[in-house]
Antibody, heavy 119, light 111 residues
Framework: EVQLVESGGGLVQPGGSLRLSCAASGFTFSNFGMHWVRQAPGKGLQYVSAITNNGGSTYYANSVKDRFTISRDNSKNTLYLQMGSLRPEDMAVYYC????????????WGQGTLVTVSS | QSALTQPASVSGSPGQSITISCTGTSSDVGGYNFVSWYQQHPGKAPKLMIYDVSNRPSGVSNRFSGSKSGNTASLTISGLQAEDEADYYCNSYASGSTLGVFGGGTKLTVL
């Protein structure tokens, strides 16, 4: 059974940093690209970042470019999102998700971790 | 990339059929057969319902179907059931953007 379990969310002040983790199990992690997708309270889904299966290529939404860094450790079956210079508009539930067919769709999602940005 | 356009809400009675539209441009929905649909119940993670316009993953009811015409994709749910009440999001690959683009979401109410 495919499982994606996010952790690391919490309360952070504007301008602060946070690192999210996503532990993957039930599939060969190193064979799949991965996404981070977020959802602000009461709002829709928004892509944040993606990474290829070997970590060789990374992609970012314009809104987080130069502030967030996606990475992965295939030996630990773990995906990361390092978030810096956090803004109130970054407050959201962050989902880890498995990419398919390049990055054309997502077939599995984690349960999400909430990031709150507030002073 | 601009978000794809979905109706904010749709409703139907049990047993009826409803269709949710998702309108984009020739640079996304109209240009590629890479439209997917996700169902999200309150407080839960999204779930893949349709990929590549009209393909259903294993385990998804055949009451759910997808189609596309020009720049508009559609999700049809037949034989509406109470459990279908949820938010639905479309997504498409978009030229010039590996990340793709989501629609704004549609709230389905089963009356």
């Amino acid at each position: 059974e495919v499982q994606l379990v996010e952790s690391g969310g919490g309360l952070v002040q504007p301008g602060g940093s946070l690192r999210l983790s996503c532990a993957a199990s039930g599939f060969t992690f190193s064979n799949f690209g991965m996404h981070w997708v977020r959802q602000a309270p009461g709002k829709g889904l928004q892509y944040v970042s993606a990474i290829t299966n070997n970590g060789g290529s990374t992609y970012y939404a314009n809104s987080v470019k130069d502030r967030f860094t996606i990475s992965r450790d295939n030996s630990k079956n773990t995906l990361y999102l390092q978030m810096g210079s956090l803004r109130p508009e970054d407050m959201a539930v962050y989902y880890c998700a498995r990419a398919r067919n390049g990055f054309t769709f997502i077939d599995y999602w984690g349960q999400g971790t909430l990031v709150t940005v507030s002073s | 990339q601009s978000a794809l356009t979905q109706p904010a809400s749709v409703s139907g009675s049990p047993g009826q059929s409803i269709t949710i539209s998702c309108t984009g441009t020739s640079s996304d929905v109209g240009g590629y057969n890479f439209v997917s649909w996700y169902q999200q119940h309150p407080g839960k993670a999204p779930k893949l319902m349709i990929y590549d316009v009209s393909n259903r993953p294993s385990g998804v009811s055949n009451r759910f179907s997808g189609s596309k015409s020009g720049n508009t994709a559609s999700l049809t749910i037949s034989g509406l059931q109470a459990e279908d009440e949820a938010d639905y999001y479309c997504n498409s690959y978009a030229s010039g953007s590996t990340l793709g683009v989501f629609g704004g979401g549609t709230k389905l109410t089963v009356l």
